[in-house]
């Protein structure tokens, strides 16, 4: 597996010093994804739970349903300057024979939805459907999970460079943590995981991400049929409106004792 952090040399300039340093850098590196032999999407990310990454990301383009859907999933043969294996080709075949449809998916560490050529794309319907869910959570709890999720993000801790992106059950439970440079990748590793577990829907799950809420974040969620997001920044105007209609309750700017419920606030107590 690459490496999540490397070591660069800086120059650090304080109110009393200015010195040279060594500091550490999150690892950013593409991830090819290969269906049937096919390239599928090539991916910023951070290296680490490359499977849980690729489950979660063909899960929210429609390409497979459930863990079963994959027979394999292998790194192919990829190799840097000194003839190592680079671990950032991912080959997946599907258990299906059915043609697997056309797609132009280039993602970056910023935006996860890059290739989707219309809005009218984006809004996909969840069989999982959130508002089905009958999760309710207090509101002193959700601000406990949100306020220990920095204790999750041991990479984060020596970086300051990465998303976090973590399951809890409603009664305050970890399901499962994981990190990345880019904030959907991390959410696809955390829906991946629940994949592979085969725990869809996760209609009793609380996702909760380091970063603002995003259109994209609340229709992963959704699919997943995961009932409530919460953030510690906020929410975009779009990411409501989905929330709205698909059934997801966003919490955002979860910051101490403080929040902001912005649809669907019966979930909170």
């Known amino acids: 597996m690459g490496r999540l952090t ?7 300039i304080s109110a009393d010093a200015d010195r040279v ?12 994804i290969r269906v049937n032999g096919q390239q599928f999407s090539v991916t910023m990310r951070t290296p680490g739970n490359d499977i849980d990454l690729v489950h979660g990301l063909l899960f929210s383009e429609n390409v497979i349903a459930t863990r079963s859907d994959i027979s394999v999933a292998r ?22 024979e059915a043609p697997l449809r ?5 993602t970056n560490s910023a935006c996860g939805v890059c290739g989707t050529s219309s809005l009218e794309q984006l809004r996909r319907a969840s069989v999982h459907d959130p508002s089905s869910s009958n999760l309710t959570i207090s509101a002193g709890l959700l601000a406990e999970i949100v306020a220990g999720l920095p204790k999750r993000q041991k990479v984060f801790a020596t970086t300051g460079g990465l998303h976090a992106a973590a399951l809890f059950t409603s009664t305050g439970t970890l399901l ?15 829906i991946g995981w629940a994949i592979q577990e085969e725990l869809l829907p996760l209609h009793d799950s609380v996702l909760v991400v380091s970063s603002r809420a995003s259109f994209e974040l609340v229709q ?22 989905l929330a709205e209609e698909s059934g997801v309750t966003v919490v955002g700017f979860v910051r101490g004792h403080s929040m902001n419920v912005y649809t669907h606030p019966d979930r909170v107590n």
Request: proline share 5%.
């Open 6 to 12: 490397v070591r660069r040399k800086v120059r650090h």
């Open 21 to 32: 340093r060594m500091e550490n850098l999150a690892v950013e590196e593409p991830l090819e």
């Open 75 to 96: 790194y192919c043969a990829g190799t840097d300057e000194n003839g190592q294996n680079t671990y950032n080709v991912l080959d997946i075949d599907l258990a299906s």
């Open 102 to 106: 056309p797609h132009n998916l280039l």
């Open 176 to 190: 499962a943590a994981r990190e990345d440079i880019g904030r959907h990748n991390a959410v696809d590793k955390v």
């Open 220 to 241: 992963k969620a959704a699919l997943a049929g995961i009932p409530l997001l919460a953030a510690v920044s906020a929410p975009s105007s779009l990411a409501v409106e």
